[in-house]
């Protein structure tokens, strides 16, 4: 059982930066590919960035790569996503995921998901 708890949201003008985080506890927590995804309304949920957390190997969704930074935090267990660049587009609510196989970018491949923290970006 992994539990995530994320963190870091909030209100921000477009060309602003925010830095998430998902504080990771449980069984084997480094054995898990780890995941942030978003959602907003009317939207299906999507992929932002993933990293197997034994490689410490990032990758990305096309429209975030260049803007957006995961990184971890061994002694803390904690994943960051570090969000510059934001636009408007980038409103949504974002899921911090767990999953045991690595760099998935498919939502159903992951078990383990946190509450979400929302992230607002405005004009």
């Known amino acids: 059982q992994v539990q995530l708890v994320e963190s870091g949201g909030g209100l921000v003008q477009a060309g602003g930066s925010l830095r998430l985080s998902c504080a990771a506890s449980?069984?084997?927590?480094?054995?898990?590919?780890m995941a942030w995804f978003r959602q907003s309304p009317g939207n299906e949920r999507e992929f932002v960035a993933g990293?197997?957390?034994?490689?410490?190997?990032?990758y990305y969704e096309d429209t975030v790569a260049g803007r957006f930074t995961i990184s971890r935090d061994n002694a803390k267990n904690t994943i960051y996503l570090q969000m510059n660049s934001l636009k408007t587009e980038d409103t949504a609510l974002y899921y911090c995921?767990?999953?045991?196989?690595?760099?998935?970018?498919?939502?159903?491949?992951?078990?383990?998901w946190g509450q979400g923290t929302q992230v607002t970006v405005s004009s």
């Open positions: 449980g069984r084997d927590v480094n054995n898990f590919n």
């Open positions: 995921a767990a999953s045991r196989r690595a760099y998935s970018a498919d939502g159903s491949d992951y078990m383990y």
């Open positions: 990293m197997y957390w034994s490689s410490s190997t990032p």
